[in-house]
C-alpha cells in the first residue's frame, strides 16, 4: 500500500478529490475512505495533506464548503463540486492522462487505459 | 461604519478557527469511534489516527490560513461587486435626466475650468520654486534715497567694496549691472544681446553652475582683464543651434573679439529674462569710484541669519558710509529677499484674481447644490423606497456618492480643457510682469489641484441628497402622493434660500471689488503723463565704444558720439512725415537714473542728494511736448563751446527753489561744472502714472553726453508712428549699418502697458463678478420658480378666498426680494472687510467708496427685481380651479 505524500503529488491529490466528488458531495473523512475503496486499497492519502487541500480547492472555488448533518447524525462539513471545478477536472484529467501516456512510452510500457 | 467591518472581520476570524476545530474532530472522532469498533482501545486509536495526521497543529493552522484567504476574496469579490452595481445605477440615472446632469456637468465645468486656469498662473508664476540653490536666503542690498524717497536704487561700485568688507551677515556677495552690447556676425543683422556684468562668483552665489563650459574665473574679473562671455540657454540654442563645440570660438561683441568660456542653465534668467550674455565686470576697489551708482547687489545670507537682521546690520553702515563721504549723503540700505522682489509686485494680483474665480466657483456649486437639493426633493419617494426596501444607509451614500462623483469627473475633464485654453486667453490679457515671471502651464500640479477640487466638490455634492435622505419621514413619503408629500422637505425651503442670499452676497462682494478695480483703471487711464503720448515713435541703439570712443579723461570732447547724434536728428527730421526728431537716455514713463547734484546759489558744501536726469538734445522738449513753463529753451546750436545749460522741471523747482526764482541758478553733477537753469518746464511721468513726477533735470546731450549704453531715439510723426519705422530705421542703418536697433515701439503703446496691470485685473474681475451675477440671477429664478410651482395649491385657495393677482405677484416678487436683500446687505458688509485687503492695488479710490458700493446695490436690486418677475408672473397666471381640481 504506498502512502501519497502531500509534496511529491500535490497536482494529483487534487484531481483525486474533485474526481471523488464528481458522484456528490461528500464531507472529508468521507472523502479519504472513496479513494480509499476505489483504489482498492492501494492509495491512502494523510489526512496532514486532505484538509488543506481541501481548504485549498475552496479557497479557489473549485469545490464549495458546506455545513451539513452526517449519517452519524453529527455537524460536519461537506464538499459539493462547483462547475468551475468540474470544467477545471476535465481539463486536468485529460492533461494528467497525456502527460502519463508520454511517460509510459517512454519506460516503454502500455498503460492499462491505452487502447 | 469602519467599526462594524472590524467587528466583523474579528467574528469571521473567530468563527473560521472553531469550523476548522470542528470539522477536524468530527474527522478525529468518527476514525476513532471506528477503530474502536475493531477492537482498539480508545487511546490507542486516539495516537493512531493523530499519527496520521503528522503535525496537527501545521495542518489545523494551514486550513485555517487557506480559510481566511478564501474569505478575504469573497469580501473583496462582493466589494467590487457592489461598486459595479453602483456605477451601472449612476450611469442610468444621468442618462435617463440628461437636461439636468448636462447643466451641472457644464456649470462644474465652467467654475473648475476657470479655477484651474487661474490657479495655473498662480502656481507658475508665485508658487514654482526659483531656479536658486536654497533661494530663500538670497537677498538684494539695495541702496535708497531719503531725499527722493525712493526705495530701490543702485550702489557704487565702492560701496559694494564697502559692503562686503563690513557686513557680517552675508556669505558673500556680488555685484552686476546690465548693459546692451551688439553681436556682430558676418551673416544677418547685426544682433542686440542684453548684457549682464558680473562679478565672477555670482554664479557661485545662485548656486548655479554652467551646463557646459566654465564659469568666469577670478584671474578674468579684474580691470583690463581678458575678454570672455558666457551665454544664457535660450541663447545658445537660438543663435548658435545649441552646439556644444561653442566654447572656445570667438565672437564680435562690440567689435570687440571675445571668447565663448561656457554656456549658463537653463532657466537661469538672471538678472532677467531678457539676459542674453554674462561678462566680468571687471571692477577692482582700486578702481571703484564712489559715484555713479550703477550696480545692484546680491547677497547669500549666512546660514540662520534672517533678512531683517542683515537689514539692521545694513542701514547702520549705510549710516556710517554717509558720515565717512559726503557722496553718500542720504543714501540709506535696503536689503529684500529676492523672491519679494521678483513676485511681490504681481503677489497681490494674482491673488485677488485667484480669491476672485474661487467665489465664481463657490457660487457655480451653490447653484448646483440647489439643483441637487430640488431633485432629492423630487426624488424623495424614490429614495424612500429604496430604503424601506433594506438599502442600508451606507448603500445609498454610496450610490449618491458615485453619481456625483461620476458627474464632477466629466466636468472636470471638460474643466481641464476649457482650463488650457482659458490659461491662453488670461496670458494674453496679462501684463509683462506676470508673463517675465516663470513658466505657466498647465502641468502635473496644477492637474494635481483640480483633481483636488473635483473629489471635493464631487465628495460634498455626494453628502448632500444623502443628508437629505436621512431626514425623510420614510412613512410619510410613501403614503402621501406627489404634491403634500413636499411636506417633508418642506415648500418654505429655508436650506435653498439661504444658500441662495449666499449667492448674492458672494457676487455682491465680486461687484464691488470690480467696480473698485475699474475705477482704479479708469483713474489711471485719465492721470496726464505730462507728455503727448500720440504719433510718438521710440527706438533704441547702442553705440560701441570702440567705433565711437568715449575717453573720460577729454569729456564731455567726445567728437564722434555728437556727429553722429547731430547728423540722425537731421536726416531723420528730413524723413516725409516726419514732425521733429530728438534723443535722450530715457524716454518718458522710464525710470532711468539719478546724480548727485548741488545747487551752486547755496553753500557750496551741501549735497543736495539726487535728482532724476535726462540728457537729451535740445529738441526733446517739442518732441516730446513737454510744455514751457517760464524761462526758455535749449538752442538746437549748443555745444560745448557755448555757456553750459541745464533745464528743470515743475517739481524740482518747487523742491529746491521753494518760492524763489530758479532761473540763472546754476546746478552742478557729474564734477563741479556750473550749468545755468534757463528754463522751468512742465512734469513728465518719469515712475508710471501711480507716482508724482519727480524733481528732474534735462542736460544737453551735447555738453554732457551720457556713459556708454542704450539711447532712445524719439521721433514725432504727422500721422501713424509705425508707418515710419521702417524708414527711421533705415536712416539709422545709413549711417552705421552695423547698429543693432531695438525696443521699437511707440509711446502710445508704452503708455497703455502702463495701466496693464490694472486693466488685467480691471477686466478679469468685471468678467467674473458679471458671471457671478448671472449665476446668482439664475438661482434666485430658479429657487423661485420651483416654490411657485410647490405652492400652486396655496395658490390656488388664496385666489379662491379672494386674492387677485397683484396680491399673489406681490406675495412672490416679496419672497424674491427677502432673499435678495439679505444678501445685498451681508454681501455689502464683507465688502467692506474684503476690500480692504487689496487696498494696495486701487488708485483714486477708496475700499470703501460709497459710489461703488451704491451702484452695485442699485444695480443688483433692479435685476434681482427682474429675476423675480417672471416665476412671480407665472404665478399670478395661476387658475385657481386647476390646482384646487387637481390634488
Redesign the interface.
Known sequence: MGKVESDTLYGTLNLLILKTLAEGPL???AISRQIHASTSDKLKI???AL??A???L??DELVGGR?GI?E?R????FYKLTKKGRSHLQREMKRWLGHASAVAAVLDVVPAWSD | MPWRRIRGILDSSRRIDSDVEQELSFHIEEKVAGLVTEGRSEAEAHREVMESFGDYRAVEAACREYSRQRVERQGWKMMSDTWGHDIRLAFRTIRRNPGFSAVVAITLALGIGATTAVFSIVNGVLLEPLPYADADELTFIWQNDRATGTLRESASTSDFYDFRERSRSFRAMAMYSQTSVNLTRSDGEPQRLTAAVVTHDLGVILGVGPQIGRSISPEEDVPNGPNVVLLSDRLWRTSFEADPGVVGRTVSLDGVPTAIIGVLQPGLDFPSKATDIWMPIQQSPATAARNPHWVTVVGRLEPGISAARAHTEMVQIAQDLEAEFPANVNRGAFVEPVSDFLRGDVRMTLWVLFGAVLTVLLIACVNVANLLLARGAARARETAIYAALGAGYGRLLRRFLVESLMITGVASIGGVALAVVGTEALLALAPAQVLALGEVRVDRVVLGFTLLVSVVIGVSFGLLPALQASRLDLQAQLKEGRVSGERGTGSKMPLRRLLVAAEIAMSVVLLVSAGLLMTTLRNLQSVDPGFRAANLLRMDYNLPVSRYPRDFAVWPDWPEVNQFHHELVRRVEAIPGVESATITTNHPLQSGFTNSFSINSQPADRNQGEMTTRIVTPGYFETVGLELVSGRLMDRTDDTQTPLVVVINRAAAERYFGGGDALGSTLSFWGPIPREVIGIVGNERIHGLHAEAPPTMYANMYQAPPAPGSITLMVETASDPTGLSASVRETIWSLDADLAVFNVSTMEQTLRDATARERFIGVVSTVFSGVALFLALLGIHGVLSYAVAQRRHEVGIRMALGATRRDVLGLIVSQGMAMTIVGLVIGLVAAVAVTRLFGSLLFGVEPFDVRAYGAVALLLGTVALLATALPARKASRIDPMTPLRGE
Do not use: D, I, Q, V
Open positions: 464531507h472529508g473523512l494523510e489526512e496532514g484538509y488543506p481541501l481548504h485549498r475552496e479557497r455545513w452526517s452519524t453529527r455537524r460536519a462539513k
